[in-house]
């Protein structure tokens, strides 16, 4: 008999007992809702819009028509021609990639990278192993970047006045404006560039100020992603900057900082972060993280006890930790006013000092934080005894670039005839109080050095056409300071020049190209063989040795501050903090799609920059969802409509500025802070980025750019629709995300096996339970697991199972407690394997095509409504524990989807894939509606030949937004897929594909055919920071795979179905400190699942009381 | 009746029949345009820019096929030569033949001689030339007898199930991988030693074929 599983019915207190929040839509309970949950796929996604029957049929009978016309012109296949190279050409071997070192210049941090090259075409960036500090990952920005060169909306030519003009001539305008500004040594020239570590340029410079030294030199960067050098000023006297060593770090403390995204370094520091968060047996270690923030980063998701505070408060907070590690000093004034539970800081300070002795212990400041609250961590840190452990001080070169205000008190005073603006786009990104149109007409010549036509290129009268960073040559240094080379993949596209050039020519240099250039100052600093050592330099893609040098620092004695008064916050006197978003960054990667519709990490907003508030000001400002009240009384006011969140519009207004933004409700900001991610908004960016979201540059002054006090919101009556990709925002106490306290996993490792169904469940493979496996030693889980992967019997099914003979059997496992849900893997895995954009529309209608795609769910522990006094509880958590989750095709290997296939489209390998064939595929879709996972994903359109917004008007529609340039990035081994064909991910079966192909071809004539473990990375694998993703051969229990399976935390998502998935995961860890008062016993989600499936067992109040006067005790703050 | 069937229902049968026979006849000639070998273009043989020949540079010349498709055994792309490698010998014999002035010319300016593609697998199928030298499959079975070909025609139809032949029988395809550039190899000890041979290497290099989807579609 077939076996069948039901889910877990719901039981009577299920049904009749208090119910709980899932999603806002959910809570209203709309009709509109209900319908959506019968759904498979979103209403709209499935069906057309705007057609009726009748004129559907109207359209068929004249596609019918033009159909016949098209066969009688025949069908037989085109001529088709290959064009062998005239010349052979170096190492170049058509159809196999090349890889090149190079880097991706970024602020003051390149991130090295491996670019793989096609013929002479680069289709995807990888990152450069042989830098230690990265491990070869990168990060979302630079998986995109290669989008950016193939972008039809980036400028192809230059112009003076608006006149197409030659290379030449742009040669010609540069030398004379050298020429011309010798006579007055400089004076009336002037350059505005954006930050750069290049040390060819900063020679240039230099150079250049010695040659012109009346010119001024300006450098703006709207955001920064390094800490004020005066706070190292202050504190040490010393022009340095510190590298935090996350490895080594057992406590931390994070003050407002977005170290796995915002800081300059934060790959490294992601990285190092899991290293010390990993745990692979109970004895390991695990650092504890405590972050005290005022917007919802992901360093609050991972943290193991997050304190919400406005950004404005950070000084009085640091000042209070000072206060209690350090001593002395004025602390304690500056501290004052300050509403926090002294209990919290007492225990975290407490904390942090007991593992000061060892120098584990490290705190951690964002960057946009004044320079007292830098100076103040560092007192701290040298407290701890952390500088020379967990955190390093370099030398830095100092920085002699004037600022923006001074530029522009020299435009203003008229003294500028020339003005020259490299890169940056101060058009869109000044602060609001200054007015960059009104200094550029103060200005006779303007020219704009640019990638973009953008808003600042309008302004300027001469364009010129800048080359992408994998068509240039250059050079860069990574955040520590090592010098990498940027190397020219292919030649410039559209005879775009380097800053480099720009600067050599203005100078008048012998030598303007910029390989010279950089030779030059390489060779110099290497030494020895000039050649060789250059040779090195591109081979390894760094130059040794070539970091910043590490420095011994000496506090000074502290000066006194002058302590502010705190600002009372409120609904009336709100804080603005500005964040610079995620994907597209200050606004530069604006115009790149598949940043673009990657949803944010926290907000899952794709396309848009909500201004997020509070549930408590969302609250006060009346736009929560309604709940109980509106629906007894037939007032349906949906913040959803069948999956699209229908946002309410308001108006910021702060420095007598207003900017009009949706709001979208964020559970765990601090309540009186709004967050304004930056880099949207924007009039010039091209099609993809032209007004997406809002601009809010102007709300910012020049003073204070990471946050400001003292701003207002006004709700309007208008909606505007968010497209928001996970509406459905909690577990409902299900096991999906698995997790435990440290303390309990050491107790009882195999905690996973403890959830659901599996755990009560009879043995289904031989004779072990889920338990009893769990308890076995890891050596022999691998070697049952090992055995397993071959074996077609699988639990007694009677559904005949495809037979795994193959040489290898793939799996991949996940660790949930490294897994920081940075979306690196969303976009290496679009870049690799062809995935299209869909545009804003098509993601609100359910569309979009990412095949992995990052699961976060809230969780409070309040599912029961008896901790609350019986109360429901229909509050959107102001404090949630955030569990993030990654979910790709899970490859089952008894997988639903095959056995509904029709056509036999989706059908398994001997290996164990799930694989599709593309070309078999009609697009039924019963495939997708049969997977539990929801990861298939179809192409409801023809997304590769046509814009986003060209996609209804079918074979009608222009092309010409799609022309060759696009189809340039896509990676030749991966089908492109046309319309009506299910999609999803194969675990990169052309990565795995050729690797055996490569073992083959060097096995030859023998049978050593089993590629060895570690050769296939997959494209998530490859780019994750924390290493988070192991893949490889099942069958063989030593590799890496087999062993991260074999431990105890390894469980499968829905493993009730019996449906096998082949990749698992590694239960999720948190370490919070029971001293602590917002100490929780078990994770919250635990709380929930427990209260949901074990009611019995739940003690009686005292966590949600504890929780609830944890509530009190923060929520009221801020 | 007749008020029930009027008078046309009496050429009904005729009209069937007729109807059938239009029916299939367009079902035969359909099956017979797309589905049989000349759909697979078995035969194709078109006019080159230059009138190159097999049959004398690998044939009574005896140049092996990997002098010119050099990258055969290490991608999965099997290269037609540059014009460079063809200067290699033509720029001592025949310097002024008038039928290699394509390639003397492509040679001076870098562009490429724009070569028919003669053997077409479609877009989402990922053949691989390296792995099938390296393991003993002779380029005669796709390609026929290139060796004797004036003009180059498709020999095979290389269709799915003309690849699943050998994918599903490896043994009877699968010879040293020293002899696969020999086209006119015959096991001197006869076929079945050959085979033999065949179920012998099969075992002995774990030769096992993907006969599933993922093997050429991805």
């Not at chain 1, 005894?385 to 955190?391: L, M, P, R």
């Not at chain 1, 949803?599 to 920059?609: L, R, V």
């Not at chain 2, 999965?76 to 200067?87: A, D, E, I, L, R």
Request: net charge neutral; aromatic share 8%; hydrophobic share 35%.
């Amino acid at each position: 008999m077939k076996r069948k599983f039901e889910h877990p019915a719901p039981s009577e207190r299920e049904l009749t007992g208090p119910r709980y929040w899932r999603s806002l839509d959910e809570l209203s309970q709309t009709e509109g809702f209900k319908a959506q949950v019968a759904r498979e796929f979103p209403e709209g996604s499935s069906s057309m819009e705007g057609v009726d029957r009748r004129q559907f049929f109207k359209l068929m009978a004249a596609s019918f028509a033009l159909g016949g016309v098209g066969l009688a012109a025949g069908c037989r296949r085109p001529e088709e021609h290959i064009l062998p190279y005239g010349k052979s050409v170096e190492y170049i071997i058509p159809g196999l990639p090349l890889y090149f070192a190079s880097a991706m210049p970024l602020r003051k941090g390149a991130i090295p990278i491996l670019a793989e090259t096609h013929e002479g075409r680069p289709t995807k960036i990888e990152g450069n192993p042989t830098y230690k500090p990265y491990g070869g990952a990168t990060n979302a920005i630079v998986q995109a970047s290669v989008l950016e060169l193939y972008d039809p909306n980036r400028s192809t030519v230059s112009t003076i006045k608006g006149a197409a003009v030659t290379s030449a001539d742009v040669q010609d305008l540069l030398a004379r404006i050298g020429a011309d500004a010798l006579a007055g040594k400089g004076a009336g020239l002037a350059f505005l560039a954006g930050q750069s570590s290049s040390p060819t340029r900063a020679a240039l410079v230099s150079k250049l100020k010695k040659k012109f030294p009346g010119a001024v030199w300006a450098e703006y960067e709207p955001t920064q992603d390094e800490p004020p050098v005066t706070a190292a000023q202050a504190a040490f006297g010393r022009s340095v900057k510190p590298v935090y060593q996350f490895a080594k770090a057992k406590r931390i403390l994070s003050v407002d900082a977005d170290f796995f995204h915002s800081e300059s370094g934060s790959l490294q520091f992601a990285r190092d972060f899991a290293k010390g968060r990993r745990v692979t047996k109970p004895t390991d270690p695990m650092n504890r993280l405590y972050a005290v923030e005022s917007t919802f980063t992901l360093v609050g998701s991972m943290a193991d006890h997050r304190l919400r505070l406005a950004s404005s408060h950070m000084l009085a907070f640091v000042a209070a930790m000072a206060e209690r590690i350090v001593g002395g000093g004025d602390y304690a004034a500056l501290a004052a006013g300050l509403e926090v539970d002294a209990k919290w800081l007492d225990a975290c300070a407490a904390d942090l000092v007991a593992s000061a002795g060892k120098g584990e212990s490290l705190v951690v400041v964002g960057s946009h934080q004044p320079s007292v609250v830098h100076e103040i961590a560092y007192r701290i840190n040298v407290a701890l005894g952390a500088v020379g452990n967990t955190i390093d001080f370099v030398a830095i070169p100092e920085d002699k670039a004037a600022d923006i205000g001074m530029l522009a008190k020299t435009i203003e005073g008229g003294a500028v005839k020339t003005l020259v603006v490299l890169g940056g786009n101060p058009a869109y990104n000044l602060p609001g109080n200054f007015d960059f149109a009104a200094l550029v007409k103060r200005v006779p010549e303007v020219v704009r050095y640019g990638y973009y036509v953008d808003e600042t290129s309008q302004l300027a009268g001469a364009h010129i056409v800048a080359a992408h960073y994998l068509e240039s040559w250059g050079d860069a240094r990574t955040a520590d300071g090592t010098i990498v080379p940027v190397q020219p993949m292919i030649l410039p596209l559209f005879d775009g020049i380097t800053e480099l050039e720009v600067l050599a020519r203005i100078l008048g240099e012998g030598s303007t190209d910029p390989h010279t250039l950089v030779y030059d100052t390489i060779t110099a600093l290497a030494g020895g063989d000039a050649q060789k050592s250059f040779n090195q330099f591109l081979h390894d893609g760094l130059l040794a040795g070539s970091a910043y040098e590490k420095v011994e620092v000496s506090p000074r004695a502290a000066s006194s501050h002058t302590p502010a008064s705190l600002v009372k916050l409120s609904k009336d006197n709100l804080e603005v903090r500005f964040t610079f978003d995620s994907k597209v960054d200050d606004g530069r990667f604006a115009n790149n799609g598949w940043l673009q519709e990657c949803p944010d990490p926290i907000t899952k907003i794709a396309w848009d920059n909500a201004i997020l508030v509070s549930p408590r000001l969302g609250k006060e400002l009346g736009i929560s969802p309604k709940g109980w009240v509106d629906q007894v009384s037939r007032i349906e006011t949906a913040d959803f409509k069948q999956g699209r969140e229908m946002a309410h519009v308001g108006e910021v207004t702060v420095n007598g500025r207003t900017v009009k933004a949706p709001l979208h409700i964020q559970p765990g900001l601090a309540n009186y802070t709004i967050i304004l991610p930056l880099g949207y908004g924007r009039t010039a960016a091209g099609h993809v980025g032209n007004d997406v979201g809002q601009n809010y540059y102007p709300l910012l002054t020049s003073n204070d750019p990471g946050f400001v006090t003292g701003a207002r919101i006004v709700v309007t009556s208008e909606r505007h629709q968010l497209a928001n990709t996970q509406e459905h925002w909690s577990m409902e106490g299900r096991d999906i995300v698995r997790e435990a306290n440290l303390d309990e996993y050491r107790k009882d490792p195999g905690f996973v096996s403890s959830f659901g169904v599996e755990a009560e469940a009879p043995p289904v493979y031989s004779n072990l339970t889920a338990e009893e496996f769990s308890n076995l030693p890891p050596e022999k889980r691998a070697q049952i697991t090992a055995a397993r992967s071959t074996q077609s019997d699988r639990g007694g099914s009677l559904f005949k199972t495809p037979t795994f003979d193959g040489v290898h059997q793939w799996g991949m496992s996940i660790d949930l407690n490294t897994c920081i849900g940075c979306n690196a893997c969303v976009i290496a895995c679009q870049a690799e394997n062809n995935i299209p954009i869909v545009g804003k529309l098509q993601v609100l209608i359910g569309r979009e095509m990412h095949w992995i795609r990052l699961d976060r769910y809230y969780s409070d522990g309040r599912m029961s409504g008896d901790a609350y006094g019986g109360d429901i509880n229909k509050e959107i958590p102001e404090d949630p524990q955030v569990s993030l989750q990654p979910v790709a095709c899970q490859q089952c290997e008894m997988a639903p989807c095959e056995i509904v296939c029709p056509v036999n489209a989706t059908v398994h390998d001997e290996e164990g894939l799930n694989t599709m064939a593309y070309n078999r595929c009609i697009g039924t879709r019963y495939c997708a509606n049969n997977c539990p996972y929801k990861v298939r994903r179809f192409n409801f359109f023809d997304w590769n030949k046509h814009a986003t917004d060209q996609i209804y008007l079918g074979p009608l529609g222009s092309q010409s937004r799609m022309p060759e340039l696009v189809k340039m990035v896509k990676n030749p081994d991966v089908t492109v897929r046309m319309r009506g064909v299910m999609e999803k991910c194969t675990y990169c079966v052309q990565r795995i594909q050729q690797a055996k192909i490569q073992q083959k071809v060097k096995a030859g004539a023998s049978d050593h055919v089993e590629v060895p473990d570690g050769t296939i990375k997959t494209a998530c694998q490859q780019v994750c920071p924390v290493e988070a993703i192991v893949f490889g051969n099942i069958k063989d229990e030593n590799s890496a795979v087999s062993q991260a399976k074999a431990r105890q935390q390894d469980y499968s998502l829905l493993g009730y179905l019996n449906i096998r998935p082949r990749t698992t995961y590694l239960g999720k860890l948190r370490n919070p400190n029971p001293a602590m008062p917002d100490y929780a016993d078990l994770p919250l989600s635990r709380k929930e699942y427990n209260s949901k499936n074990h009611p019995d067992l739940e003690p009686k109040k005292e966590h949600g009381e504890a929780l609830l006067s944890n509530a009190k005790l923060f929520g009221g703050l801020s | 009746m007749s008020k029930l069937f009027p008078k046309s229902v009496n050429k009904l049968p005729l009209q069937i029949l007729v109807y059938l026979f239009l029916v299939g006849g367009l079902a035969t000639a359909g099956i017979t345009y797309y589905a049989t070998p000349s759909y697979a273009n078995v035969g194709y043989a078109p006019v080159q820019p230059v009138p190159f020949s097999h049959a004398l540079h690998a044939g009574q010349l005896g140049l092996d096929c990997r002098y010119c498709h050099s990258n055969v055994e290490k991608s999965g792309f099997s290269n037609v030569p540059t014009s460079q490698t063809c200067m290699n010998c033509h720029n001592q014999i025949k310097t002024d033949s008038p039928l290699l002035a394509p390639v003397r010319e492509s040679y001076a300016s870098g562009d490429p001689v724009p070569w028919v593609k003669i053997h077409i697998a479609p877009d989402y199928v990922y053949f691989n030339h390296s792995v099938h030298i390296a393991r003993g499959v002779s380029c005669v079975y796709c390609h026929g007898k290139i060796n004797e070909m004036d003009v180059v025609h498709q020999d095979k139809s290389l269709t799915m199930s003309f690849c699943l032949e050998c994918h599903r029988a490896p043994q009877k395809f699968i010879r040293d991988p020293k002899l696969v550039t020999n086209l006119d190899w015959k096991d001197p000890e006869g076929e079945k030693h050959r085979i033999e041979q065949g179920e012998k290497f099969v075992h002995d290099w774990n030769v096992k074929p993907p006969q599933s989807c993922s093997g050429c579609h991805r």
